[in-house]
C-alpha cells in the first residue's frame, strides 16, 4: 500500500476489511477516546505486542460490532445483558471483563491465540459501542469474514495519542499496515473538553470475581457479593454509574484495581 494513512470514509472503510479480512493484518483505528491498534489474529496480536513492546499479562480487548456477537462470544447472565443492551440502546462506551463462552474457545485455533486474547482466568474485556469507524469493521470482519476484532491503545505503553493521529507514536505508524484517520471524528465525542481534559479510555466494569467466574444474579435482592466492580473511570463514566445503580443493588468503585 503506497500512502497507509487514508481519512475515514464515514462508512465501513473496504481498505481496512482487506487487511484485517488477511493472515496478520494491523491496523490503526479512530474511536470515541483516540486511536487503537486493531487485528483479528494471532499473528496480528504478535504484532502488536512487538509494535508497543508491552506486557501480556492484562486480559484482551474483544471489539463488539452486535449484541449478537457478544452473545456469542462471552458469559452473559440475564442482567448483565440488559445492562449492555442499555448502553448499546444509548450509544455509549462500555466494557466489562467477562469469561469467555466454552463453546467460543472450542472454536478457537491451538495455535496460541488463546494465551494472546484472554487472561489466565479465561477473560477478556468485551466493548460495545466504541465509535462508528471501528464498529463497522467489526461487525463487517465477524459476520462476514468470521474474524475477530481485537483492540490496544494506539501509543507507547504509559502514553496517550490524545485523539491525535500524528500523536501515535513512530514505531506503532511503521508497523501498521493502514491508518485511518479521523481526528475531527475523536473531538467532535467531547468536543467541550481539551487534549489535557478529555478521557482517552473507555470505562471497564468487572463481571467476575477474582478466579474469572461471573459474578451471581442479584435478583433485586441486596448485600450480594461478588458483585460488579467498577475498575476502570472514564468517557461518559457519570451515566455508566447511574445504569449501574439503576441495575444493580450492589456494586462497587475500585478505579486501577485489576492493575
Known amino acids: 500500500m503506497m500512502n497507509k494513512k487514508i481519512e475515514w470514509n464515514g462508512q465501513v472503510q473496504q481498505e481496512a476489511i482487506t ?19 486493531m487485528t483479528s489474529d494471532k499473528e496480528g496480536l504478535e504484532r502488536k505486542f512487538e509494535a508497543k513492546q508491552r506486557n501480556r499479562n492484562k486480559p484482551g480487548v474483544v471489539l463488539c460490532g452486535s449484541m449478537e456477537q457478544l452473545k456469542s462470544l462471552a ?17 455509549i462506551l462500555l ?14 485455533p491451538e ?22 469507524p471501528g464498529e463497522l469493521i467489526a461487525k463487517e470482519l465477524w459476520e462476514k469474514h468470521h474474524k475477530f476484532s481485537f483492540a490496544s491503545s494506539a501509543n507507547p505503553s504509559g502514553k ?13 505508524e511503521t508497523h501498521a499496515d493502514l491508518i ?19 478521557y482517552e479510555q473507555g ?13 451471581p444474579e442479584q435478583a433485586g435482592t441486596r448485600k450480594v457479593t461478588p458483585c460488579p466492580v467498577l475498575i476502570r473511570k472514564g468517557l461518559d463514566v457519570n451515566k455508566i454509574i447511574n445504569f449501574m445503580s439503576a441495575q444493580f443493588n450492589s456494586w462497587d468503585y475500585r478505579h486501577g484495581d485489576y492493575y
Open 19 to 37: 487487511v484485517l479480512s488477511a493472515d496478520g493484518g494491523m491496523i490503526v483505528c479512530p474511536t470515541k477516546v483516540g486511536y487503537i491498534i
Open 75 to 91: 458469559v452473559l447472565n440475564p442482567e448483565i445483558e440488559a445492562f449492555y443492551q442499555t448502553h448499546w440502546d444509548a450509544d
Open 95 to 108: 466494557g466489562c471483563i467477562l469469561p469467555w463462552r466454552q463453546e467460543a474457545i472450542d472454536q478457537l
Open 111 to 132: 495455535n496460541g491465540l488463546k494465551d494472546l486474547m484472554m487472561d489466565g482466568r479465561k477473560t477478556s474485556c468485551f466493548v460495545i459501542k466504541f465509535g462508528k
Open 160 to 172: 496517550g495519542n490524545r485523539g491525535m493521529v500524528e500523536l501515535i507514536g513512530d514505531r506503532i
Open 180 to 198: 485511518i484517520c479521523a481526528n475531527d471524528y475523536v473531538k467532535s465525542i467531547q468536543p467541550d473538553e481539551t487534549q489535557e481534559s478529555r
Open 203 to 215: 470505562v471497564m466494569v468487572s463481571m467476575v470475581d477474582s478466579q474469572g467466574k461471573l459474578v
